[in-house]
């Protein structure tokens, strides 16, 4: 703590010695050791509050930094930096968006056709006759539902019949044949053409 060699150390025993005297030098070294431990003591606490306010101003200034960070603009920056007294701003009148041309107007929409001889009578207007009701498609498929066997579910009957058009019989599969009126006759599928082919019954 204090740098000093055992000669130094040696030296100031015999002074203690020889100023004290044998007789106090426990008392006294009891004295010097409590003298020392409290200046140790304070020293110590001393560097924790050293330490603590250094924290803190290290804490305070990554906090001032975060503000800056967040409060960082690179708009205002660049007119910090090009125009600084705003004397440009003044100059041009205003936002930018005051001096920049305007978009030109949409075109108007065109007129409406004009109406068929004979489709206005007495200035009642044209009527328009769906041939269809808005439901039909609706309408199809409940009458395909109730075609369809109970224990599909609705959407996935109404998916295999909406397939049901794509639907192919695999060439490897010989034609179905039936009888009819004593002759074999073969049934294909109405997207090809209609053949019948006359055999011998047996």
Not at 111 to 132: D, F, I, K, M, V
Request: contains cysteine; glycine residues 4%; proline residues 15%.
């Amino acid at each position: 703590m204090f740098d000093l060699s055992w000669t130094e150390i040696a030296l100031l025993v015999i002074v203690a010695l020889v100023c004290i005297g044998p007789k106090d030098l426990p008392v006294a070294m009891r004295t010097l050791s409590k003298t020392l431990k409290a200046i140790r003591k304070m020293g110590a606490e001393f560097q924790h509050h050293i330490d603590e306010m250094v924290k803190e101003a290290d804490l305070s200034e990554a906090r001032d930094q975060l503000r800056e960070i967040r409060q960082f603009s690179p708009r205002e920056q660049l007119r910090k930096a090009i125009d600084p007294d705003r004397t440009l701003e003044r100059q041009m009148g205003g936002s930018p968006q005051e001096g920049m041309p305007m978009a030109p107007p949409p075109p108007p929409p065109p007129p409406p056709p004009p109406p068929a001889p004979g489709s206005e009578e007495l200035g009642q207007p044209r009527s328009y006759t769906n041939p269809q009701p808005h439901n039909a498609r609706m309408q199809e498929q409940a009458a395909a539902l109730e075609r369809a066997p109970a224990l599909l579910p609705p959407t996935t009957a109404l998916r295999l019949i909406e397939e049901a058009r794509y639907w192919h019989r695999p060439a490897f599969l010989p034609p179905e044949i039936a009888l009819h009126h004593g002759k074999r006759t073969t049934i294909l599928a109405p997207s090809q053409p209609h053949k019948t082919r006359e055999t011998a019954t047996s």
